[in-house]
């Protein structure tokens, strides 16, 4: 079984502060996503890492994914309490076919005003 | 309507009824999936359709049963569920390989969130 942990669990930060969450498997993926999920919603996509070592920016959010492919971050600058939410990594493995992703338990971020 | 719908939200059902949820999808996709989220876990993948053929199922019991009877729709029907049951069921849709330049970014609807008494 691939698993992906995500750290911390709980984050509980006042606003403005900067945070980095994690995302980590012993397996190497072909991509992996982040999604934020708000009380009583679905998740929504942020982005989809392809690369080893990309860098991408969503506005205040920074993804980065591993040089290997098997872990990722997520930094948030001058956090907001529209932040606040469950965020989740979800890796897709090398072969995965019309597979569903495999998802870690997520980081539930607060960010308090 | 656009994206991904579910109803109902919300479902209160005893260990005997019969239920279905359901799912629609408005954009184009031809993959779709039903998750379970329980508190303190991570999401669960149970079923995968694929062009309307059922592709994987994660060792479901038996009292889900889905159907997808086209790329647009897709239900998941209840019996004899047990309380332990209970959670966010999440459905969810994709454009499906070989599409190799599309990874799998999958589009969620908001969830039936179930209660079995």
């Known amino acids: 079984t691939q698993l992906l942990e995500q750290s911390p669990q709980f984050l509980s930060i006042q606003e403005g502060e900067n945070l980095t969450v994690y995302c980590n498997s012993s397996s190497v993926f072909s991509s992996l996503q982040w999604y934020r999920q708000e009380p009583g919603e679905g998740p929504v996509l942020l982005v989809t890492v392809v690369t080893g070592g990309e860098v991408k920016k969503l506005k205040r959010l920074t993804f980065q994914f591993g040089d290997a492919r098997k872990d990722s971050s997520l930094h948030i600058t001058a956090a907001q309490p529209g932040d606040t939410g469950l965020y989740l990594c979800?890796?897709?493995?090398?072969?995965?076919?019309?597979?569903?992703?495999?998802f870690g338990k997520g980081t539930h971020l607060i960010i308090q005003p | 309507e656009t994206g991904v719908t579910q109803t109902p939200r919300h479902l209160v059902m005893g260990m005997t009824n019969k239920k279905s949820l359901k799912c629609e999808q408005h954009?184009?996709?031809?993959?779709m999936y039903w998750y379970k989220q329980s508190a303190k876990k991570p999401l669960e993948l149970m079923f995968v359709?694929?062009?309307?053929?059922?592709?994987e199922n994660n060792s479901v019991p038996s009292r889900f049963s889905p159907e997808c009877p086209n790329s647009s729709h897709l239900f998941l029907h209840l019996h004899t569920l047990q309380p332990e049951d209970s959670a966010l069921y999440l459905c969810?849709?994709?454009?499906?390989?070989?599409?190799?330049?599309?990874?799998?970014?999958?589009?969620f609807g908001p969830g039936t969130r179930l209660t079995v008494l």
């Open positions: 954009l184009g996709h031809n993959a």
């Open positions: 969810a849709s994709s454009h499906s390989p070989p599409e190799v330049e599309i990874y799998n970014e999958q589009f």
């Open positions: 359709y694929s062009l309307e053929e059922r592709v």
């Open positions: 979800a890796g897709m493995y090398s072969g995965g076919g019309a597979d569903g992703l495999t």
